[in-house]
């Protein structure tokens, strides 16, 4: 232990570690602080665009009426096509003030619930429809299963009063859609879609999420390696010489590979876990730290077909779905990035101790990691553990169609690999001469 503890204390006598350190809090505020003005902006911007609206509500009506006026002699259908939209721009009008009062005053119950009404008329409206259609773009349909799945993100929301995500809101029917991998938009509709669905963190633990959402862990993985992994590297060098300060005392080389490993491990978790939590601690003094009891999406999948794979294929009508806490999402994510962090980790340090340059160790760990990524997903690939969200939320078993890519086979792939990294880097470590 004393080594360990020595180790560990070399760390802090380094500038460029703390440098390093402070670079990425500072990225990482920045980040929090543009996601919470943009969000600012597009509320207010929807704000404005629902006060418009609602200035032409009198325009509106006369249209309305006008309309019933034509067809008054008419045949019933067309009356009948004039009270409903006139029917219509009333609910419209409704749902418009309550709207723009909840969303002024922030009352997140009362605006998830107009939100949730406002959807589930509309999902009453095309029911039995073979999708639920939604005008994006090109005249595009929506899956019903994103229909379904944002209903549900909005009953849960409103239940316990929580702080949404800011979402665009172009025109009074557009909800705050939860983006699934149902829908299969293209070319311009894709964009707008996009558009429509991008979502802006106001919160701590949202922008958290969303960070986890974006890949973030495995680039602080990356960056603690390159702060914390070279403690072996660095001293086998023609200028720095310090293993040979081991050597030439009673201590077995096992014990120092160890001392050295662990630190350096220890450190890059630390490190990992800091910054997660750095956009949460902004969030207590630039805007709202948020509620760990948010909604997130988890694809219960298709079940595979018996005949071949190539007859897999989703039904956005039929595919169930849950959730869970973002409490027990971060669980999850937090036992993922253990294992994740240790098997890159060692791969780094295999490499380091074989390279000796810490820039290209860092490049060749991340184009083995990309590359492993890139493989088709499997359940027994390691790297496919790396996008940490779509194994939590099970989008990498649903559309590999393969229940077995999930947690638990991660945890127990990752490990394994964790483990013969560290055993190829003790023995590389043996190999070592400084004569």
């Known amino acids: 232990m004393t080594i360990f503890f020595f180790e560990c204390k070399k760390f802090f006598k380094r500038k460029t570690v703390w440098i390093t350190v402070l670079l990425s809090i500072i990225a990482l505020v ?254 207590l003094f630039i805007g709202d730290i948020g509620s760990l009891k948010y909604p997130v999406l988890v694809y219960d999948g298709s079940i595979p077909s018996t005949v071949d794979p190539m007859f897999n294929s989703l039904k956005p009508m039929e595919d169930t779905f849950h959730f869970i806490t973002l409490q027990e999402y971060i669980g999850k994510i937090g036992l993922l990035t253990l294992t994740v962090t240790i098997m890159m980790y060692s791969l780094y340090y295999v490499l380091s101790i074989l390279v000796k340059v810490p820039p290209v160790t860092v490049l060749l760990t991340a184009i083995i990691t990309f590359i492993g990524m890139k493989m088709p997903p499997l359940p027994y690939n390691p790297f496919s553990y790396i996008d940490m969200n779509k194994i939590v939320n099970r989008e990498a078993a649903t559309l590999a169609f393969n229940p077995a890519m999930e947690i638990q086979n991660g945890l127990f792939v990752v490990s394994v690999v964790a483990c013969l990294f560290i055993a190829l880097g003790y023995m590389l470590f043996k190999r070592i001469d400084l004569s």
Not at 200 to 216: D, E, K, R, V
């Open 30 to 283: 920045s980040l929090y602080v543009f996601s919470h003005s943009k969000a600012e902006e597009v509320r207010e911007r929807n704000i404005g665009f629902m006060k418009k609206n609602i200035e032409a509500q009198p325009e509106r009506n006369a249209h309305a009426n006008r309309e019933i006026q034509k067809v008054e002699n008419g045949p019933a259908i067309e009356k009948e096509a004039a009270l409903n939209m006139k029917k219509i721009y009333e609910r419209e009008h409704d749902i418009e003030h309550r709207w723009l009062k909840a969303y002024e005053e922030k009352d997140w119950g009362e605006l998830n619930h107009v939100e949730e009404e406002n959807i589930s008329f509309w999902m009453e409206e095309y029911k039995g429809m073979a999708s639920f259609y939604y005008f994006i773009g090109e005249d595009s349909n929506m899956a019903w299963f994103t229909a379904r799945a944002t209903l549900e993100e909005l009953k849960r929301l409103e239940e316990h009063a929580i702080e949404p995500f800011v979402q665009p809101k172009p025109y009074t029917n557009s909800f705050p859609f939860l983006a699934t991998i149902y829908d299969d938009y293209k070319g311009r509709s894709l964009e707008e879609w996009e558009q429509l669905t991008k979502r802006y963190a106001t919160t701590g633990w949202s922008f958290m999420y969303q960070l986890i959402q974006g890949m973030a862990i495995p680039v602080l993985i990356l960056i603690g390696c390159f702060i914390f992994g070279n403690n072996v590297s660095a001293e086998v060098g023609s200028k720095k010489r310090g293993l040979l300060f081991y050597y030439v005392l009673p201590v077995k080389r096992r014990n120092v590979f160890l001392a050295k490993y662990m630190s350096g491990l220890l450190m890059t978790l630390l490190f990992v876990v800091c910054m997660l939590l750095v956009p949460v601690m902004s969030g």
